[in-house]
């Protein structure tokens, strides 16, 4: 008998490690897991030198440094208006993912049901089952993302206990408009219902889109956790530097929760990301970081179009969704093996991030967090996707 839980049941490898073996293995250009490839900025490397020699290296408080804490809430509250008690609403966690995990052990018993928007971050799945819940997808559809009304509302029932909202959204890099997240406020407060809103891409937006916390609209705040991190917006990934912002009884719930996953996430990185966000905020950092991006996904925009693989609206996220429905491949997996071993570009199948994979449409998730070089390397394999036989290759490719 192979030790394990029953909760772990179907939660293998995740498609993220298997793209990467994949990748490496092959010598492909690695477009697939959401990290950049290019450092992040100096400011905030010499920030955590810095508090590592002033010796900020025992145990922070389990809510977080104060002074971090006192940063996220001013930060809030100057971007988007909303007073925010940095003592009783403010935790830190170690990135979004805990602090998600963390306000789900707090806030879900057994039986409730969480409604997700599907496709969705593959963590939401795992640790809505963790936490004993029962997940209620409704399904976001393309081109432009947009979910049906009438599904959502069938979703709420008598044991929904909170709706996960994820904007940006990753993977289709949909922006939910006011309207949208209006009819979700409306919703919790008729079924008195949580919302807890995934929010770490809300500083790299284009087109225009503006980022609307959904804690921030009428009689929304009492009931919403919003969960942010450092690592998107900092290019810092493996820092893990995340936060909960909720109303005080939430955010009681949050930190009973969180001091028994982490107790604290690491000291000498949450005073480099105090000083980060103190610094973003005052040198027009925000702005460069979303105008950088914007380059970035022009570059690989026109590499997919261009190679035969339109690409489906993006207004926030660094992730582009691409087509393949017209090359012959059976799903998203078997599209992706192929790009992986044969033109030598690693993607990730969206069916990852569905309840039933089978629902999928056959697209490709590229992501362009990389050097222009990165992209542009990435691009010479890819025009050679059009001339060559992908339906003759197809079951061999599906075979690695």
Avoid at 2 to 18: D, K, N, Y
Avoid at 146 to 165: C, S
Avoid at 312 to 317: A, D, I
Wanted: charged share 20%; with cysteine; aromatic share 10%.
């Amino acid at each position: 008998m192979v030790p394990g839980a029953r909760r772990l049941e179907g939660l293998g490898v995740t498609i993220f490690s298997e793209m990467t073996r994949l990748a490496i293995a092959h010598g492909a250009i690695n477009l697939g897991q959401g990290f950049p490839d290019f450092p992040g900025p100096d400011f905030v490397k010499e920030a955590a030198v810095a508090a590592i020699r002033a010796d900020l290296n025992q145990y922070a408080p389990s809510h977080g440094l104060p002074r971090l804490r006192q940063v996220i809430a001013r930060s809030f509250e100057q971007s988007y208006g909303h007073p925010v008690d940095p003592e009783g609403e403010v935790t830190v966690t170690t990135g979004a993912t805990e602090g998600l995990h963390a306000a789900l052990l707090a806030l879900v018993d057994p039986g409730d049901e969480v409604i997700v928007f599907e496709p969705f971050y593959d963590a939401y799945l795992a640790q809505i089952r963790f936490a004993g819940g029962v997940p209620r997808p409704v399904t976001l559809w393309p081109p432009d993302w947009r979910f049906d009304p009438d599904e959502l509302a069938g979703a709420f029932g008598p044991r929904t206990r909170a709706v996960i909202v994820n904007t940006p959204h990753n993977p289709t890099g949909k922006a939910f408009t006011r309207d949208e997240l209006a009819l979700i406020a409306a919703l919790c407060q008729e079924h008195d219902v949580l919302a807890i809103t995934d929010e770490v891409y809300d500083r790299i937006l284009y087109d225009g889109a503006v980022h609307i916390p959904l804690a921030t609209l009428p009689g929304m705040w009492e009931r919403t956790i919003t969960l942010n991190s450092t690592g998107k917006t900092f290019s810092m990934t493996g820092w893990k530097i995340g936060w909960a912002i909720a109303p005080p009884p939430l955010t009681q719930a949050i930190r009973t929760a969180h001091q028994f996953i982490t107790f604290a996430t690491a000291t000498p990185f949450q005073e480099a990301m105090a000083v980060a966000l103190e610094h973003a905020a005052e040198s027009g950092y925000y702005a460069e970081l979303a105008a950088a991006y914007s380059e970035r996904r022009e570059a690989l925009r026109r590499a997919l179009e261009l190679a035969g693989l339109p690409v489906l609206p993006c207004l926030g996220s660094y992730f582009l969704l691409a087509d393949a429905s017209g090359l012959g491949f059976p799903d998203d997996v078997s599209l992706c093996r192929y790009l992986v071993t044969e033109v030598g570009v690693a993607a990730i199948p969206p069916s990852a991030f569905y309840a039933d994979p089978a629902r999928a449409p056959v697209l490709a998730r590229f992501c362009f967090a990389k050097r222009l070089e990165t992209i542009q390397a990435a691009a010479e394999r890819l025009a050679r996707l059009p001339d060559m036989n992908t339906p003759a290759k197809l079951a061999h490719a599906a075979q690695r």
